[in-house]
Structure formats: C-alpha cells, structure tokens
C-alpha cells in the first residue's frame, strides 16, 4: 500500500510539473521568437504568425509541447471543470500548433499585408485558437469561484478576464489587438501554471 501511494505521490507531483512549466516555456518561446524574427511586429503580428517561414517549426513545436503539458498537467487541478477545462486548452493548443495559420501582414518578409484567400488550416487554427480561448477563459473564473482566499480569487478572475478583453479587443480590430491578446493569453497560461506550483 506504501508503494502504491508513494507511485501516485509522483504520479501527481509529475502532473503538476507538466502543468507548472507550460504557460512559461510557451511565453519564453514565443517572446524569444518576437525579438529575434526578423519583420515580426507584436504590435500588428498575432503570436500565431510565428508558424510560418522557415523558422516556423519553432512555433509549432511550441504549441504542440505545450498544449501536451497542460494535457498531462490538467489532472493536478482540483474540482471537476477545472481539469477539463485545461485539457480542452491542451488539445485545443495542439491542434493550433498543427494547423498553421497563413502568411499575412507582411510576415514573413515578402508575402501581402492582407492574403486575398484563407486556406481549410487557417480556418482550423482559428477555430482551435476559439476553444483554447474559451476554455482557458473558463478554467480561470472556474477557478476563482473555488479560490479559498482574496488574492487568489482576484488573481484568477483578472487572468481571465485579461484574456477574454484581449480577445474581444483584437477581434474587434482594435488598435495593438495583437499586443492585447498575446497579453491576455500568456497571462491566463501563466495563471494555470501558477495554481500548479501553489497545489504543490
């Protein structure tokens, strides 16, 4: 009995961890890439444009190992939505990793500001990136309707509420909306690491 409650202690400590190196490593990722492509601009260019070009394995790679993490890490949330929640986020993530959005907006150098048709896996990226919105929108009131303190209460519901204001910003075309949703994004994702490490 020992051993099979030390094998789930590790079991759980392992979700946990996936859970708590996600949001990070997908902001550092992204954001190394924001400053080294060349004639990337977050000011106009959604982190999803980061999939194209010849460097746009990095970014793939990026939502798929991600998107994994919370995938393996939901389990360590407590409560019944939160984890599915987050493992909707997961799959939703990987699925916008695997289908890449079109060039556009310049980016990368050379290909038109405004592309004249959208390909079938731009249409799925989008419709991914919606669910991953949603659902991670979701995770943190679900959340902050379970926090046991004020702090943490506010934390949650300002990490969601940041994402689903940076969403509806950008897709209202708003100024700097990719700013906003990349903001809102990297803020939800590090929210849920944040409650990994806390459950630890």
């Known amino acids: 009995m020992t051993t099979a409650l030390a094998t789930r202690t590790v079991a759980v ?7 708590a190196v996600a949001g990070p490593l997908w902001a550092a990722v992204s954001l190394a890439q924001v400053a080294t492509r060349d004639g990337f601009d977050l000011m106009r260019h959604p982190l999803s444009l980061l999939s194209t070009g010849s460097l746009g394995w990095v970014q793939i790679a990026n939502f798929v190992v991600a998107g994994l993490l919370m995938v393996v890490g939901a389990g360590s949330l407590d409560g019944r939505w939160a984890p ?15 289908l890449v959005m079109d060039p556009g907006g310049g980016f990368p150098a050379g290909h038109p500001e405004v592309p004249t048709t959208m390909s079938r896996h731009a249409i799925g990226h989008m419709a991914a990136g919606t669910v991953t919105f949603i659902a991670l929108i979701a995770a943190c009131y679900v959340l902050a ?3 046991t303190t004020r702090g943490w209460t506010a934390a949650a519901a300002i990490s969601g509420t940041a994402l689903l204001v940076g969403d509806l910003w950008a897709m209202s075309g708003g100024a700097a909306g990719t700013l906003t ?10 929210f849920l690491s944040m409650t990994a490490l806390r459950s630890s």
């Open 13 to 19: 400590s392992s979700r946990r961890a996936a859970l």
């Open 84 to 98: 599915r929640l987050t493992r909707i986020a997961g799959f939703g993530m990987i699925a916008a990793g695997l």
């Open 145 to 147: 309707k379970r926090a």
């Open 181 to 190: 949703l990349a903001v809102g994004a990297i803020t939800a994702m590090l």
